[in-house]
């Protein structure tokens, strides 16, 4: 069996289970945020009733992240009711806005907070759950439904995904980021390549990027249509999950790793020596084109930020390229989490912390959120209104996805957006980086 069908056999109580068979499983985590969660919740009290209590208080995780800095009516009221709800079942793992407890971008937060461990299953309401899989554990998103189903009973009817097995062979050259790799991989694919499949990770290259890195190439497993992205643990996922798990009742865990032989449903084979930085052109993720194929092509603004681009490794990038050097179209960045925020003020480069880079360089920094990301109220940070061009290190770029359906975005490393910021046309950053 591979990784992902030897954990849903475990925790459905079986010896062995094949691709394509359904069966409720135990869930470890339910995540949901201010997106999802009011609705998720009023499903649950009505099937379940006005008094009954989730199935686990630890095992529920509540993170708003969304719509968090603006005055949006409707998206107060959400943070609202999640708060409520908080309240009322003393839920233990609730990070609320405003507090010190507030996180931001919910996929980076669960890995923060240790919630993150190799051989759980993990389920929230939010597409992108997937990106929980780089510590070597099933997660994945659900609808609403789904969700409240697992908030009042923690367990859940799946069936088991065909693995398709993607590995980057060789040493990653220092002008290539995980995003170009998934990128690659998605356009060659299609967005509808891996539908209800798994994309597991291997090779060289993926056991030589940093665990947050391994978040950007399982986050964008769901770009590709499929159930989950899985990356088999190391001695890197150890360091990370026991760092932020010692001395808790999460430090307990079991890793799990695929059987020599296992079946595949498909195997994907990449040199990475010989890749070059690729984009994402509007309107899909899967519009791939290398960056020299589409250099020169003007933009109006840059976005460094999200789960998969608003991580501390992603604005070291960033500033290797900008600093000393000034932007010349807007230029937003936006921490992932408020632990990422933090570090901006005390990690360098070149005796700079990163924050002085940014803010020398012309850049607007935000608060840690989701932010423009998924568009949002008008007011939201970073939001287009109009009919802009925007390079952004985000995850999607559908018609609408930051905002205006005018706009067209193209998705790329924070490296690759970097470079372009400071030159205002898409920039191969082998031009830039010394």
Request: aromatic residues 8%.
């Amino acid at each position: 069996m591979t990784i992902t069908e030897k954990i849903l056999a475990q925790h459905a109580g079986r010896d062995r289970v094949a691709p394509g068979e359904t069966m409720w499983i135990d869930v470890d985590v339910l995540m949901t945020h201010d997106v999802c969660g009011p609705p998720t919740i009023g499903i649950f009290q009505r099937e379940f009733g006005a008094d009954a209590q989730v199935w686990d208080r630890d095992k529920l995780v509540i993170m708003p992240d969304h719509y968090i800095f603006t005055t949006n009516h409707h998206a107060n009221r959400n943070v609202d009711i999640l708060r409520d709800f908080a309240a009322a079942h003393n839920l233990p793992h609730y990070y609320d806005v405003g507090t010190d407890r507030y996180k931001g971008v919910c996929h980076i937060g669960l890995a923060e907070e240790g919630f993150n461990r190799p051989g759980l299953t993990l389920f929230g309401t939010d597409s992108h759950t997937c990106t929980s899989g780089a510590f070597g554990l099933f997660s994945t998103g659900v609808g609403n439904t789904d969700a409240a189903l697992i908030m009042g009973t923690g367990k859940i009817w799946v069936k088991v995904p065909a693995t398709m097995r993607f590995v980057f062979e060789g040493e990653l050259p220092p002008y290539l980021m995980a995003k170009d790799l998934i990128l690659a991989a998605i356009g060659d694919i299609g967005t509808d390549g891996a539908t209800y499949r798994t994309l597991e990770f291997d090779g060289e290259a993926v056991y030589d990027l940093s665990m947050e890195e391994r978040m950007t190439l399982c986050n964008m497993a769901i770009e590709a249509g499929g159930k989950n992205g899985i990356i088999a643990p190391d001695a890197k996922t150890f360091a990370y999950v026991d760092e932020r798990t010692a001395g808790t009742n999460r430090a307990d865990y079991t890793p799990v790793y695929g059987d020599p032989g296992a079946r595949y449903y498909s195997e994907h084979v990449y040199d990475v020596s010989t890749m070059e930085p690729v984009v994402a052109k509007p309107h899909a993720p899967d519009n791939k084109a290398t960056v020299s194929e589409v250099a020169g092509t003007k933009l109006d603004r840059a976005y460094v930020g999200s789960c998969t681009g608003g991580k501390l490794e992603d604005f070291v990038a960033a500033a290797r390229v900008l600093q000393g050097q000034e932007v010349v179209i807007d230029t937003f960045i936006v921490p992932a989490t408020t632990e990422v925020g933090r570090q901006l003020h005390e990690v360098t480069v070149g005796g700079q912390t990163l924050f002085d880079i940014f803010q020398a360089s012309g850049c607007q920094v935000g608060k840690s959120s989701c932010a423009a990301c998924l568009g949002g109220p008008v007011d939201t940070f970073g939001r287009t209104h109009g009919t802009e061009v925007v390079i952004s290190t985000t995850n999607r770029n559908y018609p609408g996805r930051m905002g205006s359906k005018q706009a067209a975005v193209y998705l790329a490393s924070p490296l690759t957006t970097a470079a372009s910021a400071l030159t205002g046309v898409i920039t191969d950053p082998r031009e830039v980086l010394v």
